[in-house]
């Protein structure tokens, strides 16, 4: 009777700590997305006091009822739609050719010291221009469309993707490549079973930087030269002294930025479930 009360005993602690602990972690998660609208609430009101207390024109610093109007009206009369559309449309080509190239590329020389002693000046080299300096030649070069601005989010998102690839595929383990040739694995055997699953964790990591860095690129090329896309509505924008819809077309950046870093973060969950196991 007396190790039947104790195993009882034990049975209702572990109860009281898993409930607990369940419990903790709900709450948690609960908190973590009301401080989201909590965040946007005291951004807005704070916000609306500096535009009280400071007396601002809304040329210089509108309110967020005049920014809520100007987005209405420009979502309303489809323009604002149509140059998001063109945005994204040279973030996803940039993004589809330069994550491509560079992990070909960052492969070939984790594969090979010597292709990347040979190669490793001009790449470094390509990166300390920057690229709003860069950009007026790809214009000349390819003119005011989509395809100098696609080379532009390749060129800003290419390094990083590049340097993450390399250092990835260099990171694994010595032992578990011993262990591949030990079983006779092939090229394409170590390379599906053991390098990609070893090196996701660092792509993703480039990968999250780079659809950061791609928005950052198309609005550059679409400043320097473009008649659509967010950034020329920027420029437009400010010319005409319209602060609210620029601060609408910033905001649609922000918007596109975290919904890009949002699904690549989505995947790599779902991807890299088995490590978290």
């Known amino acids: 009777m007396q190790e039947m009360a104790q195993l009882a005993q034990k049975t209702r602690g572990w109860w009281q700590r898993s409930t607990t602990s369940t419990e903790g972690r709900w709450w948690r998660a609960q908190t973590h997305i009301l401080l989201i609208p909590f965040a946007i609430a ?3 009101l704070l916000w609306q006091g500096a535009v009280w207390l400071g007396g601002y024109p809304k040329f210089i610093l509108p309110a967020p009822m005049d920014v809520a109007q100007s987005f209405v009206r420009s979502w309303g009369s489809g323009s604002l739609w149509r140059h998001t559309q063109t945005t994204l449309l040279e973030i996803f080509a940039g993004l589809l050719l330069g994550v491509t190239t ?6 070939l020389l984790a ?3 010597w292709l990347e002693r040979m190669l490793a000046p001009y790449i470094v080299a390509s990166q300390s221009v920057p690229v709003v300096a860069i950009a007026p030649l790809l214009i000349i070069w390819f003119g005011a469309g989509y395809l100098s601005k696609m080379f ?3 060129l800003i998102v ?3 993707m590049l340097v993450n690839t390399v250092v990835g595929i260099r990171g694994v383990d010595a032992d578990l490549r011993e262990l591949m040739r030990s079983l006779n694995a092939g090229r394409w055997q170590t390379f599906t079973m053991l390098e990609v699953p070893a090196a996701l964790p660092v792509l993703f990591g480039g990968l999250k930087v780079s659809v950061t860095l791609s928005v950052i690129g198309a609005v550059v090329g679409e400043f320097v030269g473009a008649d659509a896309g967010l950034g020329f509505l ?3 924008a400010r010319g005409l002294f319209n602060t609210p819809l620029v601060f609408v077309a910033i905001f649609s950046l922000v918007i596109i930025a975290l ?4 699904a690549v973060s989505l995947a790599e969950a779902i991807v890299l479930r088995w490590k978290r196991s």
Request: hydrophobic fraction near 50%.
């Open 234 to 236: 920027i420029n437009q």
């Open 259 to 262: 919904a890009l870093y949002g």
């Open 158 to 160: 290419f390094f990083p």
């Open 152 to 154: 532009i989010v390749t």
């Open 42 to 44: 005291m951004f807005m």
């Open 102 to 107: 560079a992990t070909l590329l960052g492969y």
């Open 111 to 113: 594969k090979n010291r």
